[in-house]
């Protein structure tokens, strides 16, 4: 089992910057990709961003692309998640997320097996 802890979130007004981290510790080599969630109160989880380890794709949700990064952070089997020009709309509480094992769902919940508690980011305008 991968635990998962995140941090970095925080209140912050719109256009400004945040950059959540998520360090892993456990059975982290069996790791094939990491992603990133976020959920609003009465929402579905949804997703944000993935990183594949084996060749460090990453692919991101159309609402964040251009402003969210999703990188491998030092030390190895974390990653971070720099998010610019937030908006009102990206408050949430982000959640990271690892699959031990290859997958086409890295976009839905059902395709990682372990995650972090969350941490909350709140933009305000």
């Known amino acids: 089992q991968v635990q998962l802890v995140e941090s970095g979130g925080g209140s912050v007004q719109a256009g400004g910057s945040l950059r959540l981290s998520c360090v892993t510790s456990?059975?982290?080599?069996?790791?094939?990709?990491m992603g990133w969630f976020r959920q609003t109160p009465g929402k579905e989880r949804e997703f944000v961003a993935a990183f594949i380890w084996s060749d460090s794709r990453t692919y991101y949700a159309d609402s964040v692309k251009g402003r969210f990064t999703i990188s491998r952070d030092n030390p190895k089997n974390s990653v971070s998640l720099q998010m610019s020009s937030l908006k009102p709309e990206d408050t949430a509480v982000y959640f990271c997320?690892?699959?031990?094992?290859?997958?086409?769902?890295?976009?839905?919940?059902?395709?990682?097996?372990?995650w972090g508690q969350g941490t909350q980011v709140t933009v305000s305008s």
């Open positions: 456990g059975r982290t080599f069996d790791n094939y990709v």
């Open positions: 997320a690892s699959a031990s094992k290859p997958t086409l769902y890295y976009h839905t919940t059902d395709g990682y097996d372990d």
